[in-house]
């Protein structure tokens, strides 16, 4: 019960010094085993998107660069990349299996055939991005491999942009913290700087989605200037 005490308490409390405690507690290899389950269980169930994704990266590598860290760095890296690329291989795969269910239902507002094929549409044009972008953005990396494999979408394409958005985002989070958790302003400051790095992967998404919607604009504005001319020629 101690134990479970504590792994909440580090969970919703995450901080280089809570997960270090938390090292101390159960010692290294039972914590490859514990980080390796919350990655897992954050990209690969939809259910627990709740779970500390970047923030819980950011401090291992926080936590490895302390004096005398009992950490295995490259290992646990290693660990945590698999995981997260097993998490959203799983992810889709529920989604794939599930999706036909989850959108049979003809007259529901939230889950349609046409929610269905708007999916597969926008997955056919950026899913490829949208995988990679999604890993560093908290709620939507989970979701966005489950509505790949409801979407249909390739999964030799999918499997590519998820092992390399799965090694990108560990190793930036892990970095990141390694070289920057040492800071006292990092330490005092940690749920602050957390939010910064969310506010800060956001962006790449809030870009690729504003020059979405701006190609889709001109596109149309495109057909409508034909349409014209070709009313003005017949005419």
């Given at each position: 019960?101690?134990?479970?005490?504590?792994?909440?308490?580090?969970?919703?409390?995450?901080?280089?010094?809570?997960?270090?405690?938390?090292?101390?507690?159960?010692?290294?290899?039972?914590?490859?085993?514990?980080?390796?389950?919350?990655?897992?269980?954050?990209?690969?169930?939809?259910?627990?998107?709740?779970?500390?994704?970047?923030?819980?990266?950011?401090?291992?590598?926080?936590?490895?660069?302390?004096?005398?860290?009992?950490?295995?760095?490259?290992?646990?890296?290693?660990?945590?990349?698999?995981?997260?690329?097993?998490?959203?291989?799983?992810?889709?795969?529920?989604?794939?299996?599930?999706?036909?269910?989850?959108?049979?239902?003809?007259?529901?507002?939230?889950?349609?055939?046409?929610?269905?094929?708007?999916?597969?549409?926008?997955?056919?044009?950026?899913?490829?991005?949208?995988?990679?972008?999604?890993?560093f953005v908290p709620i939507v990396r989970t979701f966005a491999p489950f509505v790949a494999g409801v979407g249909r979408m390739s999964y030799p394409r999918f499997?590519?942009?998820?092992?390399?958005?799965?090694?990108?985002?560990?190793?930036?989070?892990?970095?990141?913290?390694?070289?920057?958790?040492?800071?006292?302003?990092?330490?005092?400051?940690?749920?602050?700087?957390?939010?910064?790095?969310?506010?800060?992967?956001?962006?790449?998404?809030?870009?690729?989605?504003?020059?979405?919607?701006?190609?889709?604009?001109?596109?149309?504005?495109?057909?409508?200037?034909?349409?014209?001319?070709?009313?003005?020629?017949?005419?």
């Open positions: 019960m101690e134990f479970i005490n504590k792994l909440v308490y580090t969970i919703f409390h995450l901080s280089p010094q809570t997960l270090n405690s938390l090292t101390e507690y159960v010692g290294p290899n039972k914590l490859y085993v514990i980080l390796f389950a919350i990655i897992f269980a954050e990209t690969g169930l939809v259910v627990t998107p709740f779970l500390p994704g970047d923030s819980l990266l950011f401090a291992v590598g926080a936590v490895a660069a302390m004096p005398g860290s009992p950490i295995n760095l490259p290992l646990l890296t290693v660990l945590l990349i698999v995981a997260a690329v097993v998490g959203d291989a799983v992810n889709y795969s529920i989604g794939y299996r599930l999706g036909p269910k989850v959108f049979s239902r003809e007259n529901s507002k939230l889950l349609n055939k046409k929610h269905l094929l708007r999916a597969q549409e926008f997955y056919e044009k950026y899913g490829g991005k949208t995988i990679i972008l999604a890993r499997f590519a942009y998820n092992v390399i958005g799965g090694i990108l985002w560990a190793l930036i989070c892990i970095v990141a913290g390694y070289f920057m958790g040492s800071i006292e302003f990092v330490q005092k400051r940690f749920e602050l700087v957390i939010i910064a790095i969310i506010v800060i992967s956001i962006i790449p998404m809030a870009v690729e989605f504003v020059r979405a919607r701006a190609a889709a604009k001109r596109g149309g504005s495109a057909v409508v200037e034909a349409t014209t001319i070709g009313v003005s020629e017949k005419g």
